[in-house]
């Protein structure tokens, strides 16, 4: 090994860098500031964490999230790296006890507000800091999705501490974005990566709303045992998905702003510790989260921007598993969306918020390769034809021409002079012999039982599309009517033809689960519940431990001695001294076992 991967064994347990990692830390060691475009799971955290190890002094942290800080300092500790933090949650004393002894430490997380602390800049000042990282740098861009008003004024960081390299890291961010950020930070000559924001391992799919619940408890049928994240728009929705999924039996838990700090800190502790599998949350949670063996992230509600979206699916699969990604959304999602750009004052910023859900809508309701248009819209070409990870280039139907159904739709609307609801219309073309259609007379509309052979199902997912479509549109009063669009008279004259999806097949291949978990299955599920008994007893999260790559690892070489065991990526001097030799000792156990020679 070269010096710096010997150094990354030493400390991290890992055998190689990832892509872009060891430029990263090269440059950074040789003092230079740093602007790191990479994808969730690319692992950002090593660009900084190795070179605080290398470096003299304290490197500060820079991180939004109270959890986050903890999840890392708990991580770094049971390697044996010297890492404390800073934030509200700690009384007084500590506070200045970390401050006092400043030079024990190699890394300090401090959330952005610290730094409105005088006091705190200069007792920095009198230590020396190695370098700054700031995590989560898209904050500091009020172009981003996530702006926050305290990371600006880390533009101090520059002026205070000259000699000390900034490192800004962010998963997600435009071109505009990501200039915003080395001008708020003035960075100098920045050394500038952008990784490919592609992630193979993950899969996305996406559909339209029709029932959120049944389409989520189908999506999880396909997950079980597996740690997931379902994110709602509203308090509201989490609490009715929470509550109808508990009822079912899932070991599940939510958060949103409305519950107390106690509450959230608890949900957040049970999932990330795996005593519950599913978190039904809004976008308050996740930011950041230290968890990398989530297999799928599901979105009740269309998210407001690509970039938030992304941000958030990007959660699933950060140890390069294969996981999932779904998606549900309406036409009202982007009616509602377009009503709170409208109440913002700024009208740059008004427009962008505008242009950004159009293009979030455009996405969700496009039949084109999902892949190929997320990596578009980061200025990313991808290649190929069929990228075998989305439902459109999984899906293996064809367009159907639905013009004949969509204009008996649309004529029926017409008749009922655009006064009536989805539900209505559907009763109507289906012939229903309801008491309110015979007082209205609508029995005798030339629509009545016009499709009496096609189900409410699908009728109501063909009234979906044309309002997807913008071919019909549902009115904001308190009981929706449908009501015609312009573009409805071409349809009912013939001029425009109508084509949908008429049955989607959505699955992952099968091919990336194979090779994922290609290993001893059951030498697998021994070693897990092995890191279970460990992780109890530290208190900490399974894989602190080690991550399911490892363990998967260790069920395909079957390492028998110490030098084998110290090939496994994950696997540190530290790690094995703390638990090396159990794990060999099982697979020993279960190498006599399963591969003796049976007596004659």
Same mark, same amino acid.
């Given at each position: 090994?070269?010096?710096?991967?010997?150094?990354?064994?030493?400390?991290?347990?890992?055998?190689?860098?990832?892509?872009?990692?060891?430029?990263?830390?090269?440059?950074?060691?040789?003092?230079?500031?740093?602007?790191?475009?990479?994808?969730?799971?690319?692992?950002?955290?090593?660009?900084?964490?190795?070179?605080?190890?290398?470096?003299?002094?304290?490197?500060?942290?820079?991180?939004?999230?109270?959890?986050?800080?903890?999840?890392?300092?708990?991580?770094?500790?049971?390697?044996?790296?010297?890492?404390?933090?800073?934030?509200?949650?700690?009384?007084?004393?500590?506070?200045?006890?970390?401050?006092?002894?400043?030079?024990?430490?190699?890394?300090?997380?401090?959330?952005?507000?610290?730094?409105?602390?005088?006091?705190?800049?200069?007792?920095?000042?009198?230590?020396?800091?190695?370098?700054?990282?700031?995590?989560?740098?898209?904050?500091?861009?009020?172009?981003?999705?996530?702006?926050?008003?305290?990371?600006?004024?880390?533009?101090?960081?520059?002026?205070?501490?000259?000699?000390?390299?900034?490192?800004?890291?962010?998963?997600?961010?435009?071109?505009?974005?990501?200039?915003?950020?080395?001008?708020?930070?003035?960075?100098?000559?920045?050394?500038?990566?952008?990784?490919?924001?592609?992630?193979?391992?993950?899969?996305?799919?996406?559909?339209?709303?029709?029932?959120?619940?049944?389409?989520?408890?189908?999506?999880?049928?396909?997950?079980?045992?597996?740690?997931?994240?379902?994110?709602?728009?509203?308090?509201?929705?989490?609490?009715?998905?929470?509550?109808?999924?508990?009822?079912?039996?899932?070991?599940?838990?939510?958060?949103?702003?409305?519950?107390?700090?106690?509450?959230?800190?608890?949900?957040?502790?049970?999932?990330?510790?795996?005593?519950?599998?599913?978190?039904?949350?809004?976008?308050?949670?996740?930011?950041?989260?230290?968890?990398?063996?989530?297999?799928?992230?599901?979105?009740?509600?269309?998210?407001?921007?690509?970039?938030?979206?992304?941000?958030?699916?990007?959660?699933?699969?950060?140890?390069?598993?294969?996981?999932?990604?779904?998606?549900?959304?309406?036409?009202?999602?982007?009616?509602?969306?377009?009503?709170?750009?409208?109440?913002?004052?700024?009208?740059?910023?008004?427009?962008?918020?505008?242009?950004?859900?159009?293009?979030?809508?455009?996405?969700?309701?496009? /039949? $084109?390769?999902?892949? %190929?248009?997320?990596? *578009?819209?980061?200025? =990313?070409?991808? +290649?190929? @034809?069929?990228?075998? #990870?989305?439902?459109?280039?999984?899906?293996?139907?064809?367009?159907?021409?639905?013009?004949?159904?969509?204009?008996?739709?649309?004529?029926?609307?017409?008749?009922?002079?655009?006064?009536?609801?989805?539900?209505?219309?559907?009763?109507?073309?289906?012939?229903?012999?309801?008491?309110?259609?015979?007082?209205?007379?609508?029995?005798?509309?030339?629509?009545?039982?016009?499709?009496?052979?096609?189900?409410?199902?699908?009728?109501?997912?063909?009234?979906?599309?044309?309002?997807?479509?913008?071919?019909?549109?549902?009115?904001?009063?308190?009981?929706?009517?449908?009501?015609?669009?312009?573009?409805?008279?071409?349809? /009912? $004259?013939?001029?425009? %033809?109508?084509?949908? *999806?008429?049955?989607? =097949?959505?699955? +992952?291949? @099968?091919?990336?689960? #194979?090779?994922?978990?290609?290993?001893?299955?059951?030498?697998?599920?021994?070693?897990?519940?092995?890191?279970?008994?460990?992780?109890?007893?530290?208190?900490?999260?399974?894989?602190?431990?080690?991550?399911?790559?490892?363990?998967?690892?260790?069920?395909?070489?079957?390492?028998?001695?110490?030098?084998?065991?110290?090939?496994?990526?994950?696997?540190?001097?530290?790690?094995?001294?703390?638990?090396?030799?159990?794990?060999?000792?099982?697979?020993?156990?279960?190498?006599?076992?399963?591969?003796?020679?049976?007596?004659?």
């Amino acid at each position: 090994m070269e010096w710096l991967e010997e150094q990354l064994k030493r400390y991290f347990g890992y055998n190689e860098f990832r892509e872009h990692q060891k430029e990263i830390v090269e440059a950074v060691l040789a003092r230079k500031d740093v602007l790191a475009i990479l994808p969730t799971g690319a692992g950002k955290s090593i660009c900084y964490q190795l070179p605080a190890m290398l470096m003299e002094g304290v490197a500060v942290i820079i991180s939004p999230l109270i959890s986050l800080m903890q999840d890392q300092v708990v991580s770094l500790s049971r390697n044996g790296l010297s890492a404390a933090f800073l934030n509200s949650s700690l009384p007084y004393d500590e506070i200045q006890s970390v401050l006092n002894n400043l030079k024990e430490f190699k890394l300090l997380y401090v959330a952005p507000e610290r730094f409105a602390d005088k006091n705190f800049v200069q007792r920095l000042k009198q230590s020396e800091v190695s370098l700054f990282a700031i995590d989560e740098a898209h904050c500091i861009s009020q172009w981003g999705h996530s702006f926050r008003p305290d990371y600006r004024q880390l533009s101090l960081l520059k002026k205070e501490f000259p000699a000390s390299p900034v490192v800004a890291l962010t998963a997600t961010a435009t071109s505009e974005v990501k200039n915003d950020i080395a001008t708020q930070l003035s960075m100098k000559e920045p050394f500038i990566v952008k990784a490919s924001f592609d992630r193979p391992n993950l899969t996305f799919l996406i559909q339209l709303k029709k029932d959120p619940i049944s389409q989520i408890r189908e999506f999880l049928t396909k997950h079980p045992d597996q740690p997931g994240i379902i994110y709602a728009a509203t308090r509201n929705t989490v609490d009715e998905t929470y509550t109808s999924l508990l009822q079912e039996g899932f070991k599940v838990g939510k958060y949103h702003a409305g519950l107390s700090d106690g509450e959230r800190s608890r949900a957040q502790h049970d999932f990330v510790h795996g005593e519950c599998l599913l978190m039904v949350a809004t976008v308050a949670f996740g930011m950041g989260i230290h968890k990398p063996d989530i297999r799928f992230v599901a979105h009740l509600d269309m998210p407001r921007t690509i970039e938030q979206y992304y941000q958030e699916v990007g959660r699933a699969g950060r140890d390069g598993l294969a996981s999932e990604c779904l998606m549900l959304y309406s036409p009202q999602d982007l009616k509602i969306y377009q009503m709170f750009s409208q109440k913002i004052e700024d009208e740059a910023l008004r427009q962008t918020a505008k242009d950004k859900t159009d293009k979030m809508y455009f996405l969700a309701k496009s /039949t $084109r390769c999902r892949r %190929k248009e997320l990596l *578009r819209y980061f200025g =990313e070409t991808y +290649a190929a @034809a069929n990228c075998g #990870g989305c439902d459109n280039c999984l899906d293996n139907t064809e367009l159907s021409d639905e013009t004949i159904a969509a204009q008996k739709i649309l004529s029926c609307v017409f008749r009922l002079n655009q006064r009536f609801g989805v539900k209505y219309v559907i009763d109507v073309l289906r012939g229903s012999k309801s008491k309110e259609i015979y007082e209205r007379n609508h029995d005798r509309l030339s629509t009545y039982n016009l499709m009496a052979d096609t189900s409410e199902a699908e009728l109501r997912y063909i009234i979906d599309v044309l309002i997807e479509k913008r071919l019909l549109e549902r009115s904001d009063e308190e009981y929706p009517v449908l009501r015609w669009t312009e573009l409805s008279q071409s349809v /009912t $004259r013939g001029a425009e %033809k109508v084509m949908m *999806r008429k049955k989607i =097949e959505r699955s +992952a291949p @099968a091919r990336k689960r #194979g090779e994922d978990m290609q290993c001893d299955q059951e030498l697998f599920l021994e070693l897990s519940q092995l890191r279970k008994k460990f992780a109890q007893e530290a208190q900490v999260p399974a894989f602190v431990i080690f991550g399911d790559r490892s363990l998967i690892e260790m069920s395909k070489i079957y390492p028998k001695t110490r030098e084998a065991m110290m090939q496994i990526n994950g696997v540190g001097p530290v790690k094995w001294v703390k638990y090396g030799h159990a794990f060999l000792e099982a697979i020993k156990a279960h190498c006599a076992k399963r591969f003796s020679t049976p007596q004659k």
